[in-house]
Structures are given as C-alpha cells and as structure tokens.
C-alpha cells in the first residue's frame, strides 16, 4: 500500500529556516516524479517544486532560490528545505506522487504538515 | 505559467441533481503528439488532502463513483456529477501538467441541498 507522511512543520519565525519531510513507502521514491504542493489557509492549491526521477529539480517562481527539495533514496524519503521563510509562505504542504514518469497527474498525496510562519 | 480559470466559484446543487463545473486553460493542454489532454479533477474535503477523480481529462480513477464524469479538449473541460449525494460535497480543482510548472484552478465549491 502506498502512504506518503509528512513531518517537520511547526511555528517559524520570519527569515528563518525548516526542513519537511516525506517518508514513503509502498513503492520508491526515487523510481517517480514527486512534488510538494501547498494550500494557504482557506485557500486554493499551489505546486511548489518537483524532483524527477533522474534527480532534475525544479521550482515555481514565488520559492525559487529559497526552497530545496531533494531526497534520500538509503530513507525512501522526499525533503523540502525552506530558507528565507515569509509570512506568504504560511500554508499546509503536501507531498505528491505522479502516477507516471513523464509530466503526469498526481495519484497519491500525503495529509500534509502545516507550516506557520509568524512573529 | 498556463493559468487554470474554473467556474463557477460556488454552486448549490440539490441531491440526486447533476452539477457541471467547467476548467479553461489559458493554452491548449492537448499533446498533439500522443492526442492527450493533460488535465485531471481533483476533490477535496475539509481537513483532507486533495483526491484524484478523473486524470487525461475523461479518465476515471480506480473506486471513482462512475456518476462523475470528464470531458473537453484542448483549452475547455468539464467536470459532471450526476445524481449527486450528500459526500460529494467538497472543493473541486482542475490541474494542468502539460507544462513543467504545474497550475490548478482556483476552486470550485460545491454544497448540496
């Protein structure tokens, strides 16, 4: 059975740094396309980065240059590193799976781990 | 970025009705190359992570009630869901992934009477 679980998220203050994480199991990680997507509070969903399976990454605009993601493959674990947090940056985020290799939807979702980031 | 407009923004639908909430992209999502749409339907309950309902755009997802339904092409999509119950309240979102930069709609709220 594949279950995705995110850990890390908690009250940060602005400026600061947090890493999330999301164990897999049930298939491996390194084998698929992963994302993490976040949703601000009472607000719609936000793709947030991407790791390929040949280890390519990539980001959307508004955490370019502040987000890292990667993953340990000894861990079958998903991260996301946050640098240069703001308040904008406030939202639960979810790891993704895509079902396929290749730009494909997202079949299998974490239950998210909320990220506050407030003074 | 492809900008994902849904509407409407919120419906009310009695029970046993049909509802339709429709997806535009602000470019085709169609690749010419394998004729696919790269559009799915997701719903999300509050306190839930979203769930995959329809992927390419008409393809029903395992243990998806067939009452629920997608369709179009190109830039213009549809979700339908017929007789509706009383669980399928929910927020229903479209999302591209023709583009390496990922885009969902705003949301379509959907509450039953």
């Known amino acids: ?119 | 970025d492809i900008v994902m407009t849904q509407s409407p923004d919120s419906l009310t639908v009695s029970l046993g009705e049909r509802a339709t909430i429709n997806c535009k992209s602000s470019q085709s999502v169609l690749y010419s190359s394998n004729n696919k749409n790269y559009l799915a339907w997701y719903q999300q309950k509050p306190g839930q992570p979203p769930r995959l309902l329809i992927s390419w755009a008409s393809t029903r997802e395992s243990g998806v009630p067939d009452r629920f339904s997608g369709s179009g092409s190109g830039t213009d999509f549809t979700l339908t869901i017929n007789s509706l119950q009383a669980e399928d309240a929910a927020v229903y979102y479209c999302q591209q992934y023709y583009s390496s930069s990922y885009t969902f709609g705003q949301g379509t709220k959907l509450e039953i009477k």
């Open chain 1, 1 to 119: 059975e594949v279950q995705l679980v995110e850990t890390g998220g908690g009250l940060i203050q602005p400026g600061g740094s947090l890493r999330l994480s999301c164990a897999a199991s049930g298939f491996t990680v390194s084998s698929k396309y992963m994302s993490w997507v976040r949703q601000a509070p009472g607000k719609g969903l936000e793709w947030v980065s991407i790791i390929y399976s040949s280890g390519s990454t990539y980001y959307a605009d508004s955490v370019q240059g502040r987000f890292t993601i990667s993953r340990d493959n000894s861990k079958n674990t998903l991260y996301l590193q946050m640098n240069g947090l703001r308040a904008d940056d406030t939202a639960v985020y979810y790891c993704a799976r895509e079902a396929d290799l290749g730009y494909s939807h997202f079949d299998y979702w974490g239950q998210g781990t909320l990220v506050t980031v407030s003074s």
